[in-house]
């Protein structure tokens, strides 16, 4: 551990307000690299050299310092780090007096060293225990027995079946610019400030057993690497585990006025699969997000959670190549171009809140307060325009597989 002029110059500045002494802080090499006189500052310091040498105490007294030339009275002491001299405190002044102060000043070099130390410390087991988990969700190793062990040495235990939970800040930089624009936040301060509550609120609402893995990535996304020890029951799990995402989004969206989307994969008992189950989250997320006003499907999308392994249909269309979509649109739907752009915005609207009444036209004229002639209108509209009749059901499962297409593959907006 090194005494840095950084540290000398704090403790110097608060120590040198309180006795009216001249304080010097030299490093191992007997540099002054701190002073309440800026002049000595970069200067050597002979008293230094032997305090370091010998290891002891030394005063020098008036009569000493009369007879050494550019020596003054004071005492001179060693500062210690792991029983290794790094450095020494100088006070200068009758030694009777100035030795308490002197003491003191020592003492309080030497605790600030150790708590840097430990702060170093902890902010290096965290940077390797994020990269290794950094390295768990991307497949970055070869040799599974040796991941199994650097998890040994951060406590987890890898045998253990896991599934990957994204939560995601819905628009991020969108919201950042929102939040500063509002609270005319500095951006920096804010990023961190809503680094440190994000973690706090999932923590909080979401709760974490010791086998459970929290990253957060920084660029609005947040991991959580479930252990899953009943996976017999993963229904149940998974039925918990929408519990625990809803209260957690609904407490960060009231208090931080944050949106957050929540992305859910698979569970699986290979180390190796977990890259899988954080990518299959990544994906529930990034379709979710384009077809939550699609899904009315309590069990696809609860406030804004999304399991992946129940979006079935959505991931079919997103898997499937440019040219088998080219050819239903043209085929079944009998046009050239997106559905939302060739139905109007009124039509669009009454075909989603169609599909949301079950096919019903009595409740969809109702929910939507409008005559049922004018919704029979309305829907025979998109049957001249599309060739299928949205009351037939094989018709809408098309006319609802197209909207899937324009939102999944094109732009995403209704």
């Known amino acids: 551990m090194i005494l840095t002029s950084t540290l000398a110059t704090d403790i110097v500045e608060k120590i040198g307000n309180i006795i009216c002494y001249n304080i010097n802080i030299m490093n191992h090499l007997g540099i002054i690299i701190a002073s309440t006189n800026p002049k000595r500052i970069n200067t050597y310091h002979k008293g230094a050299e032997e305090v370091i040498k010998t290891g002891k105490i030394i005063e020098i007294t008036e009569e000493i ?6 020596v003054q009275e004071g005492v001179n002491l060693p500062v210690s780090f792991n029983n290794k001299i790094v450095g020494v405190v100088g006070i200068t002044g009758n030694p009777s007096i100035v030795r ?6 020592k003492s309080m070099v030497e605790l600030m060293l150790q708590q840097t130390f430990l702060t170093e410390q902890i902010t290096l087991e965290r940077n390797a225990r994020e990269r290794f988990i950094y390295d768990l969700i991307h497949a970055n190793f070869y040799d599974e027995e040796q991941v199994l062990l650097r998890g040994k040495i951060f406590g987890y235990d890898l045998t253990i079946p896991r599934l990957c939970i994204v939560f995601n800040v819905n628009s991020f930089n969108n919201s950042l610019k929102q939040w500063i624009k509002k609270y005319q936040a500095d951006s920096k ?3 961190q400030d809503l680094y440190n509550n994000i973690p706090k609120f999932i923590n909080n609402y979401f709760p974490l057993k010791k086998q459970d893995i929290f990253l957060s990535l920084g660029n609005g996304d947040f991991i959580i690497l479930l252990a899953v020890k009943d996976v017999k029951n993963i229904k149940d799990v998974v039925k918990q585990i929408a519990i625990y995402c809803n209260n957690t989004i609904d407490k960060i969206k009231e208090n931080l006025e944050i949106e957050i989307i929540v992305g859910i994969g698979s569970c699986y008992s290979s180390i190796s699969d977990l890259s899988k189950s954080y990518n299959e989250a990544l994906k529930a997320i990034k379709i979710g997000r384009v077809v939550m006003h699609l899904i009315t499907d309590n ?3 609860k406030n804004n959670v ?3 392994n129940n979006l079935g249909i959505y991931l079919l269309i997103d898997s499937l190549p440019d040219e088998a979509i080219e050819e239903f649109m043209k085929k079944y739907l009998r046009i050239n171009q997106n559905l939302t752009n060739l139905l109007d915005p009124t039509l669009k609207e009454t075909l989603l809140k ?4 079950d096919l019903n036209v009595s409740r969809t004229s109702r929910e939507m307060y409008i005559h049922r002639n004018t919704l029979i209108y309305r829907l025979d509209k ?3 325009l599309t060739g299928r009749d949205p009351r037939i059901f094989s018709d809408a499962v098309d006319l609802k597989i197209g909207l899937l297409i324009d939102a999944i593959r094109g732009n995403g907006q209704f």
């Open 100 to 105: 308490q102060y002197g003491e003191l000043v």
């Open 299 to 301: 069990n696809l999308n």
């Open 189 to 191: 301060v804010f990023i």
């Open 65 to 70: 310092a009369k007879n050494s030339q550019g």
């Open 382 to 384: 998109i049957y001249s």
């Open 306 to 308: 999304f399991f992946y």
């Open 354 to 357: 169609f599909f949301e009444c």
